[in-house]
């Protein structure tokens, strides 16, 4: 999850907003969501589905680079 926390960071910067900014959208407590960020829960899906509507993304499923199916 370090990529979506990465492309988190980048929608923030692109849109002009803080993390503080975004935990008030999402009416979390600020803190929470740096600690959710850094080290979260990675396994609430649920979780990251809000942090991504907020910003407008969307969590998409690709292949990895160099893996067959």
């Not at 993304?57 to 160099?66: K, Y």
Request: proline letters at 3%; hydrophobic letters at 40%; zero cysteines.
């Amino acid at each position: 999850m370090d990529n979506i926390s990465k492309t988190v960071d980048e929608a923030l910067k692109r849109q002009g907003l803080t993390r503080m900014a975004l935990a008030d959208k999402l009416g979390w407590p600020r803190g929470n969501l740096t600690r959710f960020l850094k080290s979260g829960d990675k396994g609430k899906l649920e979780s990251w589905q809000k942090v991504l509507e907020a910003l407008d993304l969307e969590l998409t499923a690709v292949p990895r680079a160099g893996e067959h199916g």
